[in-house]
């Protein structure tokens, strides 16, 4: 369970540590008569009349679904050539060890996809990015300058923007390759570029619409529809990741654990949460589909990697399926540091 | 490479900036004053902001100046000046950015950082590994009771055309100078940040902490402009592989002691010549029974003999002094992790040797 451990406490890294200046009302912000934010206000304007995304802004409303794993659509299946699909399976069965977050690494692409809670600090030339999440910060060049030629590879790239209408929309490129697109290890190359549009539709919302563009790992461009909301009255904490645990990192799954297809077949179906813990059910979803591909199984978009014949892990938790006396499947207990939750067999 | 503190600050001031492969390091910084030649006008007046203010935004450099500080030994109290003496003497080691942890109050001493003002709130972006560091001109107060943090918490307010910064709120696992004077969680830095003109501002640092020092002391620095440059991406613990080899043994604690004709041979004054820019000066004293090393940014930093000529500064950085034809001291050598850079000593043939002043 230690690296479900270690892949849940990056994922709870805002943690609330004494309030400081957590509830401190955000000067400037637009409110309601009754004080509240009003977030549906009109989007500010910069004295040149462009959008003004400052502030402070948090992902939502299911912030990290595509962080977990960018595959979340049926049409993005297979989207990975074969020697990305070889290297995502290489670091399932390391345990993903080496995950350059677990290392306390910047995020990179992650970073840029689920940015957690975040400044936007834009001035005429220049966008600042001030993620809370490793206190690691990105720049945004909005002075005219083109991307570099043949960069040296960077862990956040080059960034350089510019204004369709009221659309910021926003290139990265120079990418080095140690980090990975999300936490169930998808890697990307040197090549991968990065397209956001931003957009400000009102004081409190922006929409965000990402690409990821990589012809040496994807046969075709991932597109991300998100959203960003303002977060008023708040602040952001100071984040330093000390990377005390990466020595311990040492898991290498047991591959030599092979399943056949018609023991696995077994497992496939959908289940339902029943009981245990809320937040299990909040972070991996209240209904889990297992299903078999190529002698795989997985559970939803994520390969199941076996530990026993029972016992499976998964990215965010472990899962174990529980049989009655005739060999038939019952129930799914998914495990994380939270606690367990209990999904019965649906169908 | 890691670099680590020790030799971290050490690389930071003679490595870089690190020429790779020169992307947006040759950029024209855009908005800059310039002469009909078109180089920077470094003296043209400072830029105000729309209400007035003097705006601080641009790409500064700490490294060329030397850092004056009015502390005096008995401003440090005992345990303070024994935790320094024990940092020193394990080389640094212990220095919390060896371990890739963030500088504390040495922030933006270190090297570039990038000032980006607004009008509610200023952000430093260092280029020493990618920290950023915010500053709250909204007019709300220190917090209280904070949870201690390594940057500590800071508001800002204007005295006329200067910014001061207060800030509170530190964890007490960082030092303030880079004599390793350690300080607590009482600490409280003001500092005060003038912006002379286009290309240059002065930064006063006071620190007070009245259960490290008996009184609040100032540390004065001028910082520059570095115009039509960018900063480069720094982790610092990119590729670590350094922290495990950070072990001290007895020979490298192990000083000779040598006397003091001997070390006033060394002390005065030597520059690092650079083609086409300032050379950077370095000043070599004696105080008490030690050498000291001041280089511009840093401040003083002890040297412990290991033989005659060679010196260890921090752990995996040896100073070199050598000598002419004649015996006399012509240059010094500076040794980090294998990567040497020569300093000549100024006047090398009439200079008298300095001693402590």
């Known amino acids: ?347 | 490479m890691n670099r680590s503190m020790g030799s971290v600050v050490v690389a930071i001031w003679v490595v870089t900036p690190i020429p790779a492969l020169g992307q947006w390091l040759h950029y024209p910084t855009p908005g800059m004053p310039r002469t009909p030649d078109g180089k920077p006008n470094l003296s043209a007046p400072a830029p105000k902001t729309a209400d007035g203010k003097p705006d601080l935004t641009g790409l500064w450099r700490h490294s060329n100046s030397k850092l004056e500080s009015d502390l005096r030994p008995d401003d440090v109290q005992p345990w303070a000046q024994a935790a320094a003496k024990r940092s020193a003497e394990n080389l640094r080691t212990d220095f919390w950015t060896t371990r890739c942890l963030p500088p504390g109050p040495l922030f933006g001493l270190l090297d570039l950082s990038k000032i980006v003002q607004t009008p509610g709130l200023i952000v430093i972006l260092a280029e020493a590994a990618n920290r950023y560091r915010q500053i709250f001109i909204d007019g709300r107060g220190l917090p209280k009771d904070p949870n201690p943090a390594w940057q500590g918490y800071s508001v800002g307010h204007w005295e006329g055309d200067a910014l001061v910064v207060e800030t509170a709120g530190f964890n007490d696992k960082s030092v303030v100078d880079y004599e390793l004077h350690p300080h607590t969680e009482a600490l409280r830095l003001t500092e005060r940040y003038r912006r002379r003109d286009f290309g240059h501002m002065e930064r006063q640092i006071t620190i007070d902490d009245p259960k490290a020092f008996t009184r609040a002391w100032t540390m004065k620095t001028a910082i520059q402009l570095e115009p039509d440059t960018e900063l480069l991406e720094f982790v610092c613990n990119e590729n670590e592989k350094d922290v495990k080899h950070f072990v001290i043994t007895e020979h490298d604690t192990k000083e000779m002691h040598l006397d003091s004709t001997l070390l006033s041979k060394y002390a005065g004054e030597y520059e690092v010549l650079r083609p086409g820019r300032e050379p950077l000066a370095i000043t070599v004293t004696v105080v008490g029974d030690h050498l000291m090393i001041e280089r511009p940014g840093m401040g003083k930093m002890s040297m412990s003999a290991r033989s005659e000529t060679t010196f260890s500064v921090s752990f995996g950085e040896v100073v070199e002094f050598v000598n002419d034809s004649h015996g006399a001291v012509s240059h010094l050598i500076m040794d980090v992790a294998g990567d040497e850079q020569k300093a000549v000593r100024k006047n090398a043939a009439t200079a008298a040797p300095l001693a402590d002043k």
């Open chain 1, 1 to 347: 369970m230690h690296k479900i451990a270690i892949a849940l406490s990056l994922w709870l890294l805002a943690i609330p540590l004494g309030a400081q200046w957590l509830n401190l009302p955000t000067p400037g912000i637009p409110r309601t008569a009754d004080g509240k934010p009003n977030l549906n206000a009109p989007a500010p304007l910069t004295p040149e009349g462009k959008p003004d995304f400052s502030g402070l802004w948090r992902p939502g409303p299911t912030p990290y679904t595509y962080g977990f794993d960018v595959i979340q659509d049926p049409k993005d299946e297979n989207i990975f050539l074969p020697a990305a699909e070889a290297l995502f399976k290489r670091h399932l069965a390391d345990f993903r060890r080496d995950n350059p977050v677990g290392h306390c690494l910047p995020g990179g692409p992650l970073t840029i996809l689920t940015p957690g809670l975040h400044r936007i600090m834009q001035s005429r030339t220049v966008v600042a990015l001030l993620y809370e999440g490793g206190s690691h910060y990105r720049q945004i060049f909005l002075d005219g300058r083109q991307l570099p030629q043949d960069p040296n590879p960077a862990w956040f790239g080059y960034s350089v923007g510019h204004w369709d209408g009221d659309t910021l929309v926003v290139e990265t490129a120079g990418f080095n390759d140690r980090t990975w697109l999300d936490m169930a290890g998808h890697p990307h190359s040197e090549q991968l570029r990065v397209t956001e549009r931003f957009r400000r539709i009102d004081f409190g919302h922006i929409q965000r619409q990402i690409t990821f563009e990589d012809p040496q790992t994807l046969t075709k461009p991932l597109t991300f529809s998100l959203a960003l909301n303002y977060a008023p009255d708040t602040e952001i904490l100071e984040n330093i990741c000390e990377d005390r645990d990466s020595a311990h990192l040492v898991g290498k799954a047991n591959t030599s654990l092979e399943l056949s297809s018609e023991s696995l077949r077994r497992y496939v179906g959908t289940y339902e949460f029943r009981e245990g813990s809320p937040m299990v059910a909040g972070f991996m979803g209240r209904t889990q589909t297992v299903a078999l591909i190529d002698g795989t199984l997985y559970l939803n978009a994520l390969p199941l990697v076996p530990q026993s014949e029972t016992i499976f892990d998964s990215t965010g938790a472990a899962a174990e399926f529980f049989l009655d006396t005739n060999g038939a499947v019952t129930h799914l207990i998914l495990s994380q540091t939270e606690g367990d939750a209990r999904y019965n067999r649906m169908r």
